[in-house]
């Protein structure tokens, strides 16, 4: 049996509203090995500058990025679909080691096999220091955003 990430292809607003969520909530978890589950065995990265094919290299990347982007916390947004394309934009804050905030801003394009597995991912993202009381993004460090938490155009970024 393959598997098989609801809501699958084609979307509609609503179901690709429900992608996006479940995209956002898992990140939240920092959980390198649940994430890379969205994505097919052979799914096709690229994040910034780095690119990437295959769950192993997701999971190595992930690992890699919630170590130095500490205490993360990501909010994202449905921008456009397609019958099974999605793209989003997103922030997230975060502190490295010395405890310097920052908001990265960005925006991603996803396209979907048949059973909902993301098989491509294509990131650009952009890094501001911010301070500590420019922070915007408060919920417990359990990982899913509060659904009374503002999202992004309520808080416009």
């Given at each position: 049996?393959s598997e098989s990430r609801p809501p699958v ?35 096709v990265w690229r994040n910034r500058s780095d ?21 993360y916390r990501l909010i994202k947004e449905l ?79």
């Amino acid at each position: 049996m393959s598997e098989s990430r609801p809501p699958v292809p084609p979307f509609t607003r609503e179901t690709a509203i429900q992608k996006v969520r479940a995209a956002e909530n898992a990140w939240n978890t920092r959980d390198p090995e649940r994430v890379s589950l969205a994505y097919t065995v052979d799914s096709v990265w690229r994040n910034r500058s780095d690119f990437l094919k295959g769950r192993s290299e997701i999971v190595a990347f992930l690992t890699g990025k919630w170590e130095k982007e500490q205490e993360y916390r990501l909010i994202k947004e449905l921008w456009a679909f397609t019958d099974n394309r999605i793209a989003v934009r997103f922030a997230y804050e975060w502190h490295d080691a010395e405890g310097a905030w920052h908001r990265s801003y960005g925006n991603e394009n996803w396209e979907f096999d048949e059973n909902g597995l993301m098989r491509e991912r294509h990131a650009s993202i952009n890094d501001v220091a911010i301070g500590r009381a420019e922070r915007l993004f408060h919920w417990d460090r359990s990982g899913v955003r509060p659904d009374e938490h503002p999202g992004l155009s309520d808080l416009q970024l």
